[in-house]
C-alpha cells in the first residue's frame, strides 16, 4: 500500500522568508509526486509534480519542490513566502510501478503567513 | 466543459434523507476520484474509478454510501439515510490517466453537505 504523510498540521512562516512544507511518501518502486494547494472555500488546484529527471521541480507561484529518493522526500519549498500564500497544502503520490493505482493525498499542511 | 463540474455546489438535507451528488469529468478523462473533507482539514478517499475496471471502493464509510459511473463520464455519489456525520463537502477529480500514470488529477469546486 501507498502512503503520504505530512507532519506537520501548521506552519508558520514571516513574510519574505522562505518556506518548507514537508512531505514524505511510501510506495512499491519509483513515485510520481504532487502537491496541490487549497485556497479557503476553493478546490484543490495543482501546483507542481515530479515524474522523472531533474529532482528539483518548480510549478506554479514561485513554488518549487525537490525529490530526494533516499529519504523518500518531496518537500514544496518557495524563497520568500507571500501572505497570499497563505492556504491548505496537500501532498500525493502514485506509484510508477502501478500506473492503475489510485492518487493517495498526505493529511494536509496548513501554511499561514504573516506580515 | 473546461474544468470538473461538481453539482449541487451546496446541499441542504434532513437527516435521514438519500442525497445524490453528481461529478461531470473533463471530457476524455479515464480516471475519476471522489474524495470527503471535513472543515477544512485531510482528504478521505470514498471511490476510484479507472477507465472499465472494478471501481476502487474501498474508502467508502459505510454500505449507506455508493457510487457509479456511467458510459466511462458523469458519476453520481448517492448517500442513503443521510447522518449529520455525513456534513463535509464532497469532492470530484479527475485525470487523463493512459498506462503511465504521469497526469495530475483536477478538482471541481465540490459539493457542501450539510445534514440537519
Known amino acids: 500500500a501507498q502512503s503520504v504523510a505530512q507532519p506537520e498540521d501548521q506552519v508558520n512562516v514571516a513574510e519574505g522568508n522562505p518556506l518548507t512544507v514537508k512531505c514524505t511518501y511510501s510506495?512499491?518502486?519509483?513515485?510520481?509526486l504532487f502537491w496541490y494547494v487549497q485556497y479557503p472555500n476553493r478546490g484543490l488546484q495543482f501546483l507542481l509534480k515530479y515524474i522523472t529527471g531533474d529532482n528539483l521541480v518548480k510549478g506554479s507561484y514561485g513554488f518549487e519542490a525537490e525529490f530526494n529518493k533516499s529519504q523518500t522526500s518531496f518537500h514544496l519549498k518557495k524563497p520568500s513566502a507571500l501572505v497570499s500564500d497563505s492556504a491548505l497544502y496537500f501532498c500525493?503520490?502514485?506509484?510508477?510501478?502501478?500506473?492503475?493505482?489510485?492518487?493517495?493525498f498526505g493529511g494536509g499542511t496548513r501554511l499561514m503567513v504573516k506580515p | 466543459g473546461a474544468g470538473v463540474s461538481q453539482s449541487p455546489s451546496n446541499k441542504v438535507t434532513e437527516k435521514g434523507k438519500d442525497v445524490e451528488l453528481r461529478c461531470d469529468p473533463i471530457s476524455g478523462h479515464t480516471a475519476l476520484y471522489w474524495y470527503r473533507q471535513s472543515l477544512g482539514q485531510g482528504l478521505e478517499f470514498l471511490i476510484y474509478?479507472?477507465?472499465?475496471?472494478?471501481?476502487?471502493k474501498s474508502g467508502l464509510p459505510s454500505d449507506r454510501f455508493s457510487a457509479e459511473r456511467t458510459g466511462g463520464s458523469v458519476s453520481t455519489l448517492t448517500i442513503q439515510r443521510t447522518q449529520q456525520e455525513d456534513s463535509a463537502v464532497y469532492l470530484c477529480?479527475?485525470?487523463?490517466?493512459?498506462?503511465?500514470?504521469?497526469?495530475?488529477?483536477?478538482f471541481g469546486q465540490g459539493t457542501r453537505l450539510t445534514v440537519v
Open positions: 500525493a503520490v502514485r506509484s510508477i510501478n502501478n500506473a492503475g493505482n489510485m492518487l493517495t
Open positions: 474509478f479507472q477507465g472499465n475496471s472494478a471501481p476502487d
Open positions: 477529480a479527475s485525470s487523463l490517466q493512459g498506462a503511465t500514470g504521469r497526469t495530475e488529477a483536477f
Open positions: 510506495v512499491s518502486g519509483n513515485p510520481y
